[in-house]
């Protein structure tokens, strides 16, 4: 199968509410040797505040921003989401991607009125070289160079662990040059540990890992928290009936007999406590879970006689009322959150299914029509996101009350000083200030002409 390796440099690290500025993606074949390209950047939206953190990392200067050779992003959107869908069917791939740029990237799809979900389906698969290098750092000891930070931690950030392992970086935080050098690592990955490369890459399709899982009486799972490795031996206790996606599993390194009497209230609680007895897996997430004979010696069940083990086994795998009760306990698990007041939250709120239709009319058409068309929306999301992108790209057909509204929104959007999970005017011009005292002199520079751009922005949408 062909793989799509991609990357973003974007305005911040808020991936609900900040943008991509810069996107790149190499299509290889099954050998990874490259097919094609596409690299891409495009203008800041009115609505985004860049972070000044962002900008300096990237080198990225203001005035770039709104170059106006550069297209707009519903513009560069539409020609990034042409280009994957015409690689597609792939494994699309990044480093740190799950976390981070595919969730900037279903952002944009979403805000711009298509469908998210990209990378997952239409025969698309998805996977994290970076997951994939932890994994053999774990389970294929010496296939990777992994520097160290003072204390001696594995470091995992693209531009140390690809340096260490002989990739010379033209431009570091440049999204083509990081694409570059994701794929160096992966073509090391499937040359030096052949096994682990293979099996991650079957444990990016969902439903094998959920066969996996089920089927395997115990298996060893990897995650990272906090810049620390942690291995499990783990059996399937239980699936949460509402999300496909989601498993529960049972440390075994504890005695089940002191939990299987749990209530579903009880059980949430232990899902939340700090000591994980019951972890929940996202096995449309590509987990890092191998074989139990591949179980790392810091895997504490290990310590657990065999017999034991296997007793524990079946007490959790004979007893389906406890395994009923741990689905139902991941369904209530988050139950009492409160809903977000934030369309940019509501990316998972389901599917707009009854207004598809339209919204692939909307696209086709002038902009001009597009004003009186988008009337006929149903969903709220897709109401509120058709006016903005009507008035980022064409203002001037909007009715004048409409128009007034919208940048009133503007206005109020990126000058707030109230608390809010998105960049505002005050908080970077407060960032900045504070960086002043600590950067070199030539990130100094970018910064003060960073506040410049910030000050020229609050005019703008003051005037508006």
Known sequence: MAFVFYDTETTGVETSFDQILQFAAIKTDNDLTEIDSINLRCRILPHIVPSPGALTT?????????????????????????????????????????DFDEELLRQALFQ??????????????????????????????????????????????????????????IKAHDALDDVRATIHVARLLKERAPDIWERMITNSNKRIVTDQIRSASQFSWTERYFGTTYSWLVTACGSNPNNAGQTAVFDLAFNPDEYVGLSV??????????????????????????????????????????????????????????????????????????????????????????????????????????????????????????????????????????????????????????????????????EAREALNSVERD???LLRDTMDFLADMNRRVSVK
């Open 58 to 98: 990237t080198g990225v200067h203001p005035s770039e921003l709104m170059d106006s050779k550069l297209p707009s992003h519903y513009a560069a959107i539409r020609v990034i989401r042409a280009k994957l869908m015409e690689w597609s069917p792939a494994i699309f791939a990044g480093w740190n991607s799950m």
């Open 112 to 169: 711009t009125l298509h469908l998210p979900y990209l990378t997952n389906t239409r025969g698309n698969a998805r996977a994290d070289i970076m997951k994939m290098a932890l994994a053999a750092t774990v389970y294929h000891p010496g296939s990777l160079q992994v520097p160290q930070d003072e204390k001696g931690k594995p470091r995992f950030k693209l531009e140390l662990l690809a340096a260490a392992n002989g990739f010379k970086f």
């Open 265 to 430: 209230e009880e059980l949430v609680g232990l899902l939340n406590a700090k000591q994980k007895v019951i972890r929940s897996i996202k096995t449309n997430a590509q987990p890092i879970v191998m074989p139990a004979k591949m179980s790392p010696v810091t895997a504490k069940a290990l310590a657990i006689p065999l017999e034991e083990r296997q007793r524990r086994i079946a007490v959790i795998a004979n007893n389906h009322d406890f395994q009923a009760r741990v689905g139902q306990a991941l369904v209530d698990r988050f139950k009492d959150e409160p809903e977000s007041i934030y369309i940019e939250d509501k990316i998972y709120a389901g599917f707009a299914n009854e207004d598809e239709p339209n919204i692939d009319k909307f696209h086709e058409m002038e902009w001009a029509a597009r004003h009186l068309f988008s009337v006929q929306f149903k969903d709220d999301r897709i109401k509120h996101l058709s006016a903005r992108l009507l008035y980022f790209e064409h203002p001037d057909g909007m009715a004048d009350e409409t128009r007034t509204a919208m940048n009133t929104w503007l206005r109020e959007r990126v000058t707030t000083e109230e608390e809010v999970p998105w960049m505002t005017i005050p908080k970077a011009l407060a």
């Open 443 to 445: 990130k100094a520079e």
